[in-house]
């Protein structure tokens, strides 16, 4: 049984976790963090649902290593494709961003109208569809893949660039034209472009951030289970990354909001010997 001094354990394919890292360390201010960002294969979204299982399962594995009290998968593409097949089958409490941001669009909406954007895994996935529907069956929903969002982000383009905005105005013309009320930023990268997107959808429509979501949901769990770990100084929390790590660093100083410090590299023949650990134990 894990103690309320374990870190909890966070995944994405790169940098959009950091957006779920942000807002935890907000929530929760005496967690130790220990952040992985699979730099070496992002992106996932526009990848098969089982190429990103074996890599979602990779990433747990590894971070198990960290005994974590909780893992959280920031990543949407990774909850909506891989955390359904591996519920029940980790040690450790798993959690995904797509419930909690599901759950709060539900709670917000006033005219039943919800629009969710999302890698392209994502919206294929059907898994905001599915969520809310069991929530309420009632509700209109209009999903839209934005492929081109996750590049842009990762290059350090921002709302105030013309070719976000007009990549924006594209894809959000359906949800627009639906008269959505509550959009769903189904993208752990997306909170960066929420400037963008609240001035294409206007500022009577409400975003959902999964990351925030995400947070209160995790703070949930651990309240419940009497593992909130205390506030207390000197916290080292610890990042990794599959690749580039110095660039992960400089850019993830934006998705943060504060400086990374060191961030070490996982050489991807770990994440795959992780894999060959697991099915040998299998076998
Ligand atoms: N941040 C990931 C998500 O929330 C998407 C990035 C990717 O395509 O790898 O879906």
Do not use: W
């Not at 999903?143 to 070719?163: F, H, K, M, Y």
């Amino acid at each position: 049984m894990s103690s309320r001094l374990n870190p909890i354990a966070v995944f994405d394919s790169g940098l959009g976790g950091l957006t779920v890292v942000r807002q935890l360390m907000r929530r929760l201010p005496g967690e130790r963090i220990i952040y992985f960002g699979d730099t070496a294969r992002v992106p996932y979204g526009i990848k098969s649902a089982e190429t990103v299982t074996r890599f979602a399962e990779e990433d747990i594995e590894f971070l198990q290593g960290f005994a974590p009290k909780l893992i959280i998968a920031a990543c949407n593409t990774a909850s909506a494709a891989a955390l359904p097949r591996l519920d029940g089958k980790c040690a450790v409490p798993l959690c995904g961003v797509v419930k909690p941001g599901a759950k709060a669009a539900v709670r917000k909406t006033r005219n039943g109208r919800i629009g969710v954007i999302g890698t392209e895994a994502t919206v294929e996935s059907g898994s905001y569809r599915r969520c809310i529907a069991d929530l309420n069956s009632d509700i209109k929903i209009v999903a839209r893949a934005c492929p081109l969002l996750v590049p842009l982000v990762e290059e350090g383009r921002t709302s105030g660039d013309p070719i976000v905005r007009a990549v924006l105005k594209e894809y959000l013309r359906p949800l627009k034209e639906a008269g959505v009320d509550t959009v769903v930023l189904g993208c752990t990268h997306y909170p960066l472009l929420k400037p963008g997107i609240r001035k294409v959808m206007g500022s009577g429509v409400q975003i959902v951030d999964s990351a925030r979501e995400t947070a209160q949901e995790a703070a949930d769990i651990l309240v419940d289970s009497g593992r909130v770990a205390p506030a207390r100084a000197g916290l080292r929390h610890r990042f990794f990354a599959s690749d580039h790590p110095e660039r992960f660093a400089r850019l993830g100083r934006r998705f943060l909001g504060r400086e990374l410090g060191q961030v070490r590299l996982v050489q991807p023949e770990l994440l795959n010997g992780c894999l060959a650990l697991r099915v040998a134990k299998k076998a």
